[in-house]
């Protein structure tokens, strides 16, 4: 078998991860993205380059500020640890938050472009019958807005499983704890043991490949002329 059992550990954790962040992220990122769409608050720049900053920030920099922030002097670490929750860094509930951070513009700006993309006269047509702004929300834009559920669910997915340097700065390099396909790879190729790492990061490949062929086939297409 070409697997070891740490390796087939690090693809169930890495797999659970993923599912998990998908999960979150598009129960979490829905509201602020319906919210980019349709405000015109003054908010609505800089929220946006909040969201957007783990496109350009190197992962280890979220990593290290999320180490610092999480950490047992940090605010949100003392807050944790008030709470009896202890520390939330080299934990798999860490992996999430760092995880959910990272991962964010690949949920939102799916999400945004599609409810942008719905235009006023669906919702409009939906109140003139009489439908309240949530049921408009569920029975109309939600339906309407699938297209953007799915490329940011495949786009997540994909994007967690691909974590490194959140990864190894917020959860370090446990067993069956915090050790993903990534830094398993990494710690192949440390101890010189390419077909090991060959193994995993050749089904990465294939894995990526497979995530542009559904989003290709996955995508509405434009009505011929």
């Known amino acids: 078998m070409p697997f070891s059992g740490e390796d087939l550990a ?9 599912s998990v962040t998908t999960a979150l992220l598009l129960v979490l990122c829905t509201p602020l993205a319906w919210w980019l769409a349709h405000t015109r608050s003054r908010w609505r720049g800089p929220v946006g380059a909040v969201v957007a900053l783990p496109l ?20 949100l670490g003392q807050l944790t640890q008030a709470l009896g929750l202890g ?3 080299f934990t798999f509930p860490g992996l999430v938050v760092g995880s959910l951070i990272y991962s964010m513009p690949f949920a939102v700006q799916p999400l945004q472009r599609a409810f942008e993309a719905l235009g006023a006269h669906p919702l ?13 929300f569920f029975s109309v834009a939600l339906p309407l807005a699938r297209p953007g559920f799915i490329t940011a669910a495949v786009l997540s ?25 990534s830094v398993q790879i990494y710690d192949h190729v440390e101890a010189l043991e390419y077909t090991q790492a060959h193994w995993l990061a050749g089904g990465m490949v294939v894995f990526s490949f497979l995530v542009l062929l559904a989003l290709h086939w ?8």
């Open 124 to 136: 409009e047509a939906a109140a003139t019958l009489g439908a309240g702004p949530l049921d408009r």
């Open 157 to 181: 997915f994909a994007h967690t499983v691909g974590e490194f340097g959140v990864v190894l700065m917020l959860g370090g390099n446990i067993p069956g704890v915090t050790r993903v396909v």
């Open 218 to 225: 996955l995508q509405p297409r434009e009505p011929r002329a």
């Open 56 to 75: 350009v920030l190197p992962p280890t920099v979220i990593g290290f500020y999320l180490l610092v922030t999480l950490g047992p002097h940090g605010p």
């Open 87 to 89: 520390t939330l860094p």
């Open 10 to 18: 690090a693809i169930a954790l890495t797999l659970k991860l993923a």
